[in-house]
């Protein structure tokens, strides 16, 4: 027969409680749906354009990012706070890791969608303002809402382009995995 002291017994409920609260949060279940969204553009906004640049997902639903020339970003942001990474452990940078020169670059940043609340972001390279020219995005959005894309990008214009990351190759929330064409 085992015995415990009280002691024994606290120590190993906190030891219990501080292993699971640092394990990662379950992800939902995979849809098999990916939505492909180009960072860059041959036509619109000189290059500055995220196509599509609003999607409507589903939990378990993949996106996909591919970047063309401009050395793109994806980052995360508040609709209050265009242009300024919103920050924490479960934000979207995908980080300057996908410079071309010409096409697609060779990897590809992919997240799967956690929920059904809209994710802002925006382009975060400083060079040519980007962001501030209209280079951002929704996932999402609200259309009951008043917070619009339209509104997000006038928002963008009097903004000044913050990094999430001193590390120019830093990413977070997804993977940057090889592109592989349709």
């Not at 415990?4 to 292993?19: D, P």
């Not at 394990?23 to 098999?32: D, R």
């Not at 706070?81 to 919103?86: A, G, I």
């Not at 917070?147 to 913050?162: C, G, M």
Request: net charge neutral; glycine share 8%; proline share 8%.
């Amino acid at each position: 027969m085992l015995s415990f002291s009280s002691l024994t017994v606290a120590t190993i409920a906190t030891t219990l409680l501080s292993l699971t609260s640092a394990m990662p949060a379950v992800s939902v279940p995979p849809t098999g749906v990916v939505h492909r969204i180009t960072a860059g553009s041959t036509t619109a906004n000189n290059g500055l354009h995220f196509e599509p640049e609003n999607v409507v997902a589903q939990p378990g639903d993949l996106i996909e990012f591919h970047f063309l020339p401009k050395a793109h970003t994806v980052t995360q942001s508040s609709f209050d706070k265009p242009c300024e990474p919103l920050g924490g452990p479960t934000s979207i940078f995908s980080g300057f890791n996908f410079n071309t020169t010409a096409g697609e670059a060779p990897n590809v940043f992919t997240f799967t969608v956690q929920d059904t609340k809209p994710i802002w972001y925006y382009c975060s390279q400083t060079a040519g303002t980007h962001c501030q020219k209209g280079m951002s995005g929704v996932i999402n959005q609200d259309f009951n809402s008043q917070n619009t894309l339209t509104k997000y990008k006038a928002n963008a214009v009097n903004t000044v382009t913050k990094q999430p990351s001193a590390d120019p190759l830093a990413f977070q929330g997804g993977q940057i995995l090889p592109n592989k064409p349709l």
